[in-house]
């Protein structure tokens, strides 16, 4: 368990962050780069809560990291040596999703040719990642939340349960609670699940991280390419490339980002990735940069709320990238009297294309 927090526990906790997270720079080129005030807070509590072995829940939209969060806890743990067992619950056929995670013997159903551990007991001692948790039947619902309460699990098949020591962390891109209401998901697996809860925000709120994620991305797609592509030299993006990047709204979040980049970068010329190399690798999406905004054609979907929305929005994403995330410069950097008028702006001109 870590030590009581002491006054300076801000400081101490922002200067341990290597400690915590043994690749810093791993960390920030999986997608979790953490320069938005909501990504800094979710750090400094993985790091708290990666020491003590506790139940983690990650939630969040698809593309977000999920899974990246849940390997850098585990990796920050005690258990960091002992196995990290990743299941997507979602990708298992329902007749066979008991089978791979409680294990079975042989001969205990048609096909069960060899016995098989399952993905609990092969976590023990380590960590047992659930992606799409919301995804499971009610029935291994019930039975994993029996495999928590005793810390055993008995295949299928066999009368004699094994003891497991491991620790659970679950992630899902769905609302648990509405499920819950809904009769889908089980309401004292959800507790027993949400203790440690970390909500990763979709790349859309966080547009101060934007422009890192594109420099660490671009680099590292760089970097492969020359190695193992024979690529001669890095590709550069055009500052219209970076603005179309900047005005669109990520609903893939950092994987719809990465591979965006990706395909940009295979089909550019001349070493250049420019806008049209970006519009192209958004399969064609119109993305209509502020530059054109002005030449706008009235018509039957045009409404002047969404123009001022969409150009108030670029600039407060871009007050905020420039002030690292800092209300009060981004505030003195818009010619606003104060960081109240800024948040009745935002709410004034929401963009939510």
């Known amino acids: 368990m870590p030590s009581t927090p002491s006054k300076s526990e801000s400081i101490e906790e922002t200067e341990s962050l290597n400690k915590v997270f043994p690749d810093d720079a791993e960390f920030s080129s999986q997608g979790l780069v953490f320069g938005n005030n909501l990504m800094k807070t979710l750090v400094k509590r993985a790091q708290r809560v990666a020491a003590m072995d506790l139940p983690v829940l990650i939630q969040g939209e698809s593309g977000t990291g999920k899974d990246v969060l849940a390997h850098i806890v585990h ?102 609670s509405q499920d819950i209401s809904h009769g889908r998901f089980r309401n004292d697996l959800f507790h027993r699940l949400a203790v440690a809860v970390f909500t990763i925000p979709p790349l859309r709120e966080r547009p101060e991280d934007l422009a890192e994620l594109v420099q660490v991305f671009v680099a590292k797609i760089n970097q492969y390419m020359m190695q193992n592509q024979g690529f001669d030299k890095k590709r550069k993006l055009t500052d219209k490339a970076h603005e179309l990047l900047q005005v669109y709204h990520w609903p893939g979040n950092i994987r719809e980002l990465y591979n965006t980049l990706l395909r940009a970068i295979l089909w550019s010329e001349n070493n250049i990735v420019k806008s049209k190399d970006i519009q192209e690798a958004l399969f064609g999406i119109q993305v209509t940069s502020v530059s054109t905004i002005l030449g706008r054609e009235f018509g039957q979907s045009f409404r002047l709320t969404d123009v001022l929305s969409e150009v108030a929005d670029h600039y407060f994403d871009k007050a905020l990238r420039e002030s690292g995330g800092n209300k009060s410069s981004a505030t003195r950097l818009l010619g606003l009297p104060n960081a109240t008028t800024f948040s009745n702006w935002r709410k004034k001109y929401p963009w939510k294309k």
Do not use: M, W
């Not at 016995?115 to 619902?141: H, K, M, V």
């Open 75 to 176: 990796q920050a743990s005690k258990r960091r040596d002992a196995p990290f067992v990743c299941v997507n619950c979602g990708a298992i056929p329902d007749n066979l999703v008991e089978a791979e995670l409680f294990g079975h013997e042989k001969g205990a159903f048609t096909g069960a040719t060899v016995a098989r551990t399952g993905y609990i007991a092969e976590a023990d001692q380590g960590t047992l990642f659930l992606d799409e948790i919301g995804e499971l039947p009610l029935s291994t619902q019930v039975k994993l939340l029996r495999v928590l309460q005793e810390r055993e699990v008995t295949a299928i098949g066999s009368v004699h349960p094994r003891k497991v020591n491991f620790r659970i962390v679950a992630a899902t891109n769905r609302n648990l």
